[in-house]
């Protein structure tokens, strides 16, 4: 058995744009809860197409191993904190 489940949770929203800002939002929230998200596999599809798949976050490697927190289309430099991070 398994020691670690993912969950996939279909949540519909009218157009790309604003799957991706959900997708950020949701995965920028579970991020506080106690379970391990991993932002940089978090995607979008559209419904009926499902196996084409949108990134929400860029997470290219940066250097030090970590990678990129920004959204997919960010036009900053690649940054290893996300802004959401920076508030308390």
Do not use: K, N, Y
Not at 12 to 23: H, M, N, S, T
Not at 68 to 77: E, G, K, M, N, S
Request: proline share 9%; net charge positive.
């Amino acid at each position: 058995m398994s020691d670690r489940w993912v969950i996939h949770v279909p949540v519909a929203a009218p157009d790309l744009v604003r799957a991706r800002i959900f997708a950020r939002t949701a995965a920028r929230v579970l991020a506080r809860l106690s379970v391990r998200v991993e932002p940089g596999g978090v995607t979008v599809s559209a419904e009926d197409q499902q196996g084409v798949r949108h990134w929400v976050f860029c997470d290219r490697p940066l250097p030090g191993g970590a990678r990129c927190a920004l959204p997919v289309d960010h036009t900053a430099p690649c940054s290893r904190r996300a802004p959401w991070r920076d508030r308390a």
